[in-house]
């Protein structure tokens, strides 16, 4: 088969600093991709050693001293031959699958246009760095949104050429401009899977406000020229309400103060709803003033930059100069109407943490074996703070707990790095005996929720055993009608829908992962048979974790951070929702779920309940008994995201 070309196309200017670090990532990149790849370089007149230090990366090095980005990036256009351009800035590190994690995207002919989503380097930034990354980041971006940067991105050439590239007359927005066009034709894709480091965000107030005023140069013109005002009419709207609110308050002053006061409130609210609007991903209060500095040090230089360019064009228009399609600002008007008409209207949704749990104010539970139950109806021997509990020892009856809270063996340290406590699970490998033990907690939610976003740490003992086709159940999330037994998941149970997520291994041993979905209304043979239930739903299926054992990933004695995202369908449709990602790397995704069928089901039906535990098929000790542990600990259950799926730290 042959793959497509790849032509690779930095725009850079004294990148002496970060270049290397740039193209060290990228080679990474290119070794990884099977196809052939160019990398070239546009340099813009660097005084240092960035064109140097690319050419000896092996680079193709041109120059362009008087270009725009835009027309920096058409001449990398210009110079490469290759069936598919990328275009990355050069403070930017990419994964090692970037070029074959993009470029398998656009195999599909509906996507025109493909790129990453970039995030800072968590290990040095500053507080404004985060601050601006946990406003920018708290709504999850859909999967073919109006427009991605073009600090990463790829296209068909063929499809570039059509647009007629990046418009060369605009100094900011380029990007934005060659989506809308794009989006004429084709989808433009925000590849989820894998994310871009991004060295050189603003670390200062400073910075952030110079960043943003040039960013802010073309958002009028931007507007007037956009096939699709009203995705674009809150860039130009919320900035002039900012600046037209200080400017009237000024003016009034000396006449009316209250009108006057009542007008610099506006300026002070809107960063308040900038954040609630994106969700902005606040921790504390300290949190909470930084992402309020950020937001509103950005509206205040978009605001300026509005003003900027209003003069620019005023101008233009005195001095009979046609910068602009003027003949469209009729419309205009009545576009930031209709947009003052829907802000006005729309309701400020806010999201809910629903359950928290870290273990560490619980009393130690069961760690004397004192419950070997399943306590599925009311529960007054559950932990404080659950529902319900499993504690069932197999055949065996070892001594250990299946189930209990209490500090990490050993002397362990939590997963702080503290002597907190954590929920620790035995799993028992009885030969012979298939699924023996089992321990699992449950927390029955308030109400059912629509949607659901859970997070909780796992580590696994050092010297983890496993064998080929093992399982450990670790995960569940379910709708339960609160009459029946919690814990029955078959036919005869009112448990439904459900969504199971285990631990497992292959054939070989080799480390992998299950998903398990039950529908509703609930199947007689426990799988979804419903009418338009995609494959993937008709019986558990196993995807492979990586290349290596359990040891490898899952079980090798650290923590990592397990996040899911689930959401309900609505009746009659196939667009329920099921992510997960471990330790902020995307590894499923699922846009297309049936948990509800068309028939039978209602559309109150929503998640209710989690589980955390649960029984284990894994024989690791041959004849003799035995068990093993992992410990689980930091549990957060909201609707709205978390915190970023994308956030490596541990």
């Not at 809150?234 to 900035?239: A, E, K, M, Y």
């Not at 000396?254 to 969700?279: D, H, Q, Y």
Request: aromatic residues 12%.
């Amino acid at each position: 088969m042959c793959l497509d070309s790849v032509s690779i196309i930095i725009p850079a200017k004294n990148e002496a600093g970060n270049i290397a670090l740039v193209l060290s990532a990228l080679q990474q990149a290119i070794q990884e991709y099977p196809g052939p790849c160019e990398v070239l370089l546009i340099d813009n007149g660097s005084t240092d050693a960035t064109r140097e230090i690319a050419a000896s990366y092996g680079c193709k090095v041109y120059e362009d001293r008087s270009a725009s980005i835009a027309r920096l990036r058409n001449i990398g256009v210009e110079r490469s031959s290759s069936d598919i351009v990328a275009f990355l800035d050069a403070d930017c590190l990419v994964d090692r699958q970037w070029i074959c994690s993009c470029v398998a995207k656009l195999a599909d002919q509906k996507i025109g246009l493909v790129g990453t989503r970039a995030i800072p380097d968590f290990g040095n930034a500053t507080w404004v760095e985060t601050g601006w990354y946990r406003l920018a980041s708290g709504v999850e971006r859909p999967d073919f949104p109006n427009w991605i940067g073009s600090s990463n991105m790829f296209i068909r050439r063929e499809l570039f050429l059509a647009t007629g590239g990046f418009d060369e007359h605009l100094t900011t927005a380029e990007d934005v401009n060659l989506c809308h066009k794009v989006r004429q034709s084709h989808l433009v894709c925000l590849n989820k899977t894998i994310s871009t480091i991004h060295l050189r965000e603003s670390k200062t107030l400073g910075h952030l406000l110079k960043r943003e005023l040039w960013r802010g140069k073309g958002s009028i013109r931007q507007f007037l020229e956009s096939k699709r005002k009203r995705d674009d009419a809150l860039s130009v709207l919320v900035p002039a309400v900012y600046i037209f609110c200080c400017c009237a308050a000024l003016l009034l002053l000396p006449f009316n103060r209250p009108v006057s006061g009542l007008l610099c409130a506006v300026p002070l609210f809107l960063p308040a709803c900038m954040m609630i609007r994106k969700k902005a991903l606040i921790s504390d209060f300290p949190a909470f003033m930084s992402i309020y500095a950020v937001a509103f040090v950005y509206l205040l230089s978009r605001s300026l930059a509005i003003v900027a360019e209003l003069f620019t064009i005023l101008s233009a228009v005195a001095g009979g100069r046609s910068m602009y399609n003027l003949s469209a600002r009729r419309p205009v008007v009545r576009h930031l109407f209709l947009q003052v008409l829907m802000l006005s209207v729309i309701p400020v949704c806010y999201g809910e943490t629903v359950f928290q749990e870290n273990f560490d104010a619980q009393a130690d539970w069961n760690v004397t074996n004192l419950y070997t139950t399943e306590c599925a109806g009311t529960c007054s021997t559950a932990p404080a703070n659950w529902s319900n509990y499993r504690t069932v020892p197999g055949v065996s009856h070892l001594t250990k707990p299946t189930g209990s809270i209490q500090r990490l063996p050993d002397g362990l340290p939590g997963r702080n790095g503290e002597n907190g406590k954590v929920y620790l699970v035995y799993n028992q490998s009885v030969a012979g005996v298939n699924w023996p033990g089992d321990s699992t907690l449950v927390k029955v939610l308030p109400r059912d929720y629509p949607e659901l976003y859970v997070r909780f740490w796992i580590r696994t003992q050092a010297n983890w055993q496993s064998v080929a086709n093992a399982q450990s159940k670790i995960f569940r999330a379910y709708h339960w009608d609160r009459t029946g037994n919690i814990f029955q998941f078959f036919n005869s149970g009112t448990v439904n829908p459900a969504y199971i997520w285990d631990w497992s291994t292959n054939s070989s041993n080799k480390a992998t992962y299950m998903n398990a979905f039950r529908c509703d209304p609930q199947e007689t043979n426990y799988y979804c048979t419903a009418p338009g239930v995609p494959s993937y739903q008709l019986n558990d299926y196993f995807r492979a974790w990586g290349n290596g054992p359990a040891t490898s990933y899952y079980a090798d004695g650290q923590w990592h951070r397990y996040d899911f995202h689930l959401k309900m369908n609505d009746i009659g449709s196939n667009n329920g929702m099921l992510e997960w990602w471990w330790d902020g790397k995307l590894m499923e995704s699922r846009t297309d779920v049936q948990w509800k069928a068309a028939s039978g089901s209602s559309p109150a039906i929503g998640w209710n309940t989690i589980a955390i535990g649960g029984n284990s098929n894994n024989t690791f000790s041959g004849p003799a008994p035995a068990d093993q542990w992992y410990a689980v600990d930091d549990i957060t259950v909201s609707t709205s995201p978390i915190a970023s799926h994308i956030d490596q730290s541990r």
